[in-house]
């Protein structure tokens, strides 16, 4: 029963960001707005990660037959889903966090490729979590100076996925529990949270928030 319910939930959550990413792409053909265009990128992503869970799910369920997905696909959905967060939380100021040296930006990844799977995954489970916080937290601060009611929206949308995510990496220590699937179904609030002011762009022709160009 968890595992059919974790699978409809990965389902969810691929049709969820695929509307939202198809929302964005529209808004970004009648605005030409660079923001939009970097959601368009993040929500096809996060999409793409729920599907390559939701494919691994349903080829173990029809082939392989062993009921447990396996690990290396549940660690390609997330990194692929990770890079849609990048997208989503950090789109205007991730430059002035990385390193303005190559070398030290080559160095910092190096580390990804010394260890296992299941720990590459919690790396980028950790990876998603602070940058949804962090968005979360930046996209409030913006709301208290400009009083601008979508950012409520957004906030809440990435403090849901990045509750979502924590959700995810502590149901590693309780891998029996619901937990696995009671974050599934946060992190899709948290993307239906972000879809209501990106569903006004295509209609209202505007740019989705100058804050974020």
């Known amino acids: 029963m ?8 990965n389902l969810v959550g691929f049709l969820v960001g695929l509307i939202i990413g198809i929302i964005s ?3 970004f053909r009648n605005t ?6 970097r959601l368009t990128i993040a929500f096809f992503s996060i999409s793409a990660g729920f599907f390559v869970i939701w494919a691994g799910y349903m080829f173990e369920d029809f082939v392989i037959k062993s009921g447990n997905i396996e690990r290396w696909v549940q660690t390609l959905g997330i990194v692929i889903q990770t890079i849609g967060y990048f997208f989503i939380a950090f789109s205007h100021s991730i430059k002035s966090f990385f390193p303005k040296s190559r070398y030290f930006r080559s160095v910092g990844i190096i580390p990804l ?5 299941v720990q590459i995954e919690h790396i980028f489970r950790s990876i998603s979590f602070i940058l949804l916080a962090y968005g979360a937290i930046e996209t409030m601060l913006s709301y208290f100076e400009n009083k601008n009611k979508g950012a409520i929206s957004v906030a809440i949308g990435l403090a849901l ?3 979502g ?3 995810s990496w502590y ?11 009671v974050s599934m179904t946060i992190k899709i609030g948290g ?3 972000l879809f209501i002011p990106i569903s006004k762009i295509p209609l209202t022709k505007i740019k989705f928030d100058d804050k974020f160009e």
Not at 2 to 9: H, V
């Open 2 to 9: 968890e595992f059919l319910l974790e699978n409809i939930l």
């Open 25 to 27: 792409l529209i808004g």
């Open 32 to 37: 030409g707005s660079p923001t939009l265009f």
């Open 113 to 117: 490729f010394l260890v296992s799977s």
């Open 161 to 163: 996925l990045a509750l």
């Open 165 to 167: 995510e924590f959700m």
């Open 171 to 181: 149901s590693f220590v309780f891998p029996e529990s619901i937990l696995y699937s």
């Open 191 to 193: 993307l239906i949270a």
